[in-house]
């Protein structure tokens, strides 16, 4: 992608640039999302449908609906890949190594 990227704007791009930019991204997407009061964990969820209508495809996903404990895992596994809190809240030190240091007061007081 890194490879793409740079043919495509004529920037220079290596993988970890690239890496750095996407975690950059969604700590920002989270950060807004916190300071606008939706950004923890009980807000979180996947559609309707996924949790309620079984996959009718054939396949090993057949029959298969998402329940809220397979949900809760999920979520726990994603913040923790994230470097999150259990609440889905970015750490500061994350923050700061991603150059997001000066947004660590929206995340003061919250879970």
Do not use: H
Not at 25 to 51: H, Q
Request: net charge negative; with cysteine; charged share 25%.
């Amino acid at each position: 992608m890194a490879n793409y990227y740079t043919l495509a704007t004529g920037i220079p791009m290596t993988v970890e640039e690239m890496a750095m930019a996407g975690d950059r991204i969604e700590n920002l997407a989270r950060l807004f999302n916190i300071r606008e009061g939706k950004g923890t964990r009980k807000y979180d969820t996947v559609p309707w449908k996924i949790m309620n209508v079984p996959v009718p495809d054939e396949g090993p996903a057949k029959g298969v609906c998402v329940n809220d404990e397979e949900l809760q895992v999920g979520l726990s596994d994603y913040y923790a890949s994230r470097g999150w809190t259990p609440d889905g809240v970015p750490n500061p030190e994350q923050l700061k190594t991603l150059g997001l240091g000066q947004y660590t007061k929206i995340i003061e007081g919250v879970a």
